[in-house]
């Protein structure tokens, strides 16, 4: 096993810390229940992974999901896919959710770019939620059958999703920031029977009617007999739509529809760059159980806390926010753009709204940085006690800016994603933060780096798999019945294992690298790396402001390894910048990753959930067409991606000529 250097500690949890947080009072009833001692953070993940039944058994317990006796087993057999979890169990993750908080606490907030800010309580939050269903009964509802949402990130679109669960039914929901093609490309594979949506949004400092992309959206859905429509914008609302303030109006009795474990919650996508997006069907009870030891012990959310992550109902991490209710507090629902028209707006919010927890991406505490923001001494952060981070390997200057700029509080860089609706690597409370890492797996989850032989290395580079279920993965894909394409996402190369798709190191501390994609790993005379490793290097210069490299294997055995830069305003790419890039990539990343060539470019395409999207770009430089490597529709800025294709068109030509 070599040896890796350690980073700098960028955050340390004292001893008397340590044992005020829910994962510590966790292990110690663990500790009394069973005979052990996992006081130690990876001593208890290596407990929960070796005994992975009564792990989860005592999520169940511990937090109060329900009667111990309801469940026959916690687990009838250790395989993927196809494992049954707490069979017997009769649950509802809405119930679940609406008995957490007390009444008169708040549950929601709602704020946008235009400074609004609105609150609900628990109270009035079950009151909305068991009326709300009662119009989804009365407009003949029935479990399994689905509701969709073209939504801005607002309380009431969390309303919408609560009362469909409650029923039985099935929610799936996007972003308004969505093209109504994309919606219909993801919603029409369901056959929705209700719609709920809005008149529009703010996004970019500017009110966006999209009622004509509702309209549209309508011409798709030709199973959809009704809308419920939430007035945003003060227009004239959408036509022919019930008003969502007579859809919540009166007291009716809460009738959640109890139904077993793996009973469909929501219906979650993939990013979709080409063909249509796969849904992904997760179950009511492995997304309580899981969302559950998530965020209660590895995000320590307590009833106090306000907890915000900036995303769109498109993005599972808004799922998330429904989950953070488990904890009886409130979470912050926040309608607009990050950065409009700075990255100021963001932390004005965090500061406004007095959230505890918050999550974002590395590109916006990037631009923050770059844009010279100064959170703790622009705003009162008093309140924020853990920040979060995911999307896309977080590099260590953020780690840094975070420290220095923010406060003595962790960022808790995760990995995980819609797939699971949860992460395989996080932080604890309990450990340190290093620079650019991971702190340490999931608990229960139990991640492996494995090699091309399937076995598995600690301080080298290697496939992420996991080798044990999880409650929380996927009980089907849609419009799967026999299951090949489920089995073909995951579980193809490591027959039984979870592939996850991720290159990623962990450490002999427990800690966790993550390196990129592994279908986009930079493959140079035979010696891999991840794009994250030369982003690092590169995305810390005052001169970029993001970067995409890729690794492509052409047709005539050659290898061409570009560079791609976004410069910050001020800035040209002189052949003296080229060199310091070099430089540094060489000494910080690996003398033979050098880019063969670094090109400017006024931006880098990614999905609408943040991701640069590296392997399109790759495929369309080793010879495929743009058609078919990326739908439009979920790329962030398509006139991006435009830029690579007519970059790969001109370097085919020119092999060609």
Known sequence: MSEIPVPEVMWQPTPEYAATTNVYEFGQWIGHKHGVDVTDYNDFWAWSVE????????????????????????????????????????????????????????????????????????????????????????????????VVGYLPNIAETIVAALATISLGAIWSGVGQDYAPQAAVDRFAQLEPKVLVTADGHWFATKARDQRDAVATLREGLPTVTNVIAINRLGTDGVPDAIEYADAVSGDHPWQPELVDFDHPLWVLFSSGTTGLPKGIVHGHGGVMVVQVSLLMTNWDLKPA????????????????????????????????????????????????????????SPGFLNASQDQGIHPSKDFDLSALRIMGVTGSPCPDHVFRYVRDEVGDIPLFSMSGGTDIASAFAMGSPTLPVWSAELPCRGLGVKVEAWDDDGKPV?????????????????????NDPDGQ??????????????????????????????????????????????????????????????????????????????????????????????????????????????????????????????????VPIKRMIQGADYEDVVNPDVIDVPENMTTFRDIASARLAGKNA
């Not at 100021?344 to 965090?350: G, N, T």
Request: charged share 25%.
């Open 51 to 146: 005994n992975i039944e009564d792990y989860w058994a005592g999520v169940w317990e511990f937090f109060k999901l329900g009667d111990p006796s309801a469940y026959t087993r916690v687990l009838d057999r250790h395989v993927m896919p196809g494992a049954k979890w707490f069979e017997g169990a009769k649950v509802n993750f809405a119930e679940f959710v609406l008995t957490r908080g007390a009444d008169d606490d708040i549950a929601l907030i709602t704020t946008g770019e235009q400074g609004d800010y609105a609150e609900l309580t628990w109270r009035e939050l079950r009151r909305q939620t068991a009326a709300f269903a009662h119009t989804l009964r009365e407009l003949g509802v029935q479990p399994k059958d689905v």
């Open 305 to 360: 806390d306000r907890f915000m992550w900036y995303t769109s109902p498109s993005w599972v991490m808004w799922n998330c926010l429904i989950g953070g209710l488990t904890a009886g507090g409130a979470s912050v629902c926040y309608d607009g753009a990050p950065m409009a028209p700075t990255a100021a707006a963001c932390w004005d919010v965090v500061s406004r709204c007095g959230v505890t927890i918050f999550g974002t």
């Open 458 to 478: 600690v301080n080298q580079v290697g496939e992420l798999v996991c080798t044990e279920p999880l409650p929380s993965m996927p009980i089907y894909f849609w």
């Open 485 to 614: 394409k489920y089995h073909a996402a995951y579980f193809d190369v490591f027959p039984g294992v979870w592939r996850h798709g991720d290159w990623i190191t962990i450490t002999d501390r427990g800690s966790v690298l993550v390196h990129g994609r592994s279908d986009s790993t930079l493959n140079r005379h035979g010696v891999r790396m991840g794009s994250s490793d030369i982003y690092s290097a590169v995305e810390s210069m005052e001169e970029v402001g993001e970067a995409l490299v890729i690794g492509a294997e052409e047709r005539d055995g050659g290898y061409w390894m570009p560079l791609f830069v976004v410069l910050n305003p001020g800035f040209e790419l002189t052949d003296e910048l080229r060199d310091r890039m070099k430089s540094r990539i060489r000494e910080m990343a690996s003398p033979r990753h050098v880019p063969d060539e670094i090109i400017a470019v006024a931006g880098i395409p990614h999905t609408r959930t943040g991701k640069k999207l590296e």
